[in-house]
T-cell receptor, first 117, second 113 residues
Framework: GAGVSQTPSNKVTEKGKYVELRCDPISGHTALYWYRQSLGQGPEFLIY????????DSGLPNDRFFAVRPEGSVSTLKIQRTERGDSAVYLCASSLGLAGSKTDTQYFGPGTRLTVL | KQEVTQIPAALSVPEGENLVLNCSFT??????LQWFRQDPGKGLTSLLL?????REQTSGRLNASLDKSSGRSTLYIAASQPGDSATYLCAVLWVYNNNDMRFGAGTRLTVKP
């Protein structure tokens, strides 16, 4: 399909392990966002990419979290030394990323459900 | 502090009823406000986006209103259907922020046939 895809759909890991979550945005979208959604809560902003660069990473909770987008398309969210509190659904969204526009519609992927045991 | 609150947390109505979902936000200096729908195990779908200069937006059976001065938005759903059952999320983008929307916790709607 032509939507945002995320892999894996589910990830179960043990405390202390390293995980990578992948996001494939809609082709041609230059802006990409990562959100984290805990049970019963709305999504919480983590990081925003414009092209290859992180334009705003103010939502990353600590230095265990890191995200890259080396070619301006696919992005990987990396979590080191996972903790039980990291368990959540991680959502990715993309938008056209028009220069100076804050009104782009964000298109969301189905998310990756991360469970840290 | 920028916060978004949605009331009620859950709502159950019989099919055919008109209903209103509420969203309130601190700080009236918003850029826009958006309503999303989220189905279980799926991502978010944008329903309506209201710019700060607008008072309302309509799409089919949905109508969203915005009152910046009171820090409130409502989503009105007319003639509800079982297919409307989902979680509805309100998200606010303040002028100070880049593109990081702040979401409410959502209202889980169940429309019973």
């Amino acid at each position: 399909g032509a939507g945002v895809s995320q892999t894996p759909s589910n990830k179960v890991t043990e405390k202390g392990k390293y995980v990578e979550l992948r996001c494939d945005p809609i082709s041609g979208h230059t802006a990409l966002y990562w959100y984290r959604q805990s049970l019963g809560q709305g999504p919480e902003f983590l990081i925003y990419f414009q092209g290859t660069g992180a334009a705003d990473d103010s939502g990353l909770p600590n230095d265990r979290f890191f995200a890259v987008r080396p070619e301006g398309s696919v992005s990987t969210l990396k979590i080191q030394r996972t903790e039980r509190g990291d368990s959540a659904v991680y959502l990715c969204a993309s938008s056209l990323g028009l220069a100076g526009s804050k009104t782009d519609t964000q298109y969301f992927g189905p998310g990756t459900r991360l469970t840290v045991l | 502090k920028q916060e978004v609150t949605q009331i009620p947390a859950a709502l159950s109505v019989p099919e055919g009823e008109n209903l209103v979902l509420n969203c309130s936000f601190t700080d009236s200096a918003i850029y826009n406000l958006q309503w999303f729908r989220q189905d279980p195990g799926k991502g978010l779908t944008s329903l309506l986006l209201i710019q700060s200069s607008q008072r309302e937006q309509t799409s089919g059976r949905l109508n969203a209103s915005l009152d910046k001065s009171s820090g409130r938005s409502t989503l009105y759903i007319a003639a509800s259907q079982p297919g409307d059952s989902a979680t509805y999320l309100c998200a606010v983008l303040w002028v100070y922020n880049n593109n990081d929307m702040r979401f409410g916790a959502g209202t889980r709607l169940t429309v019973k046939p």
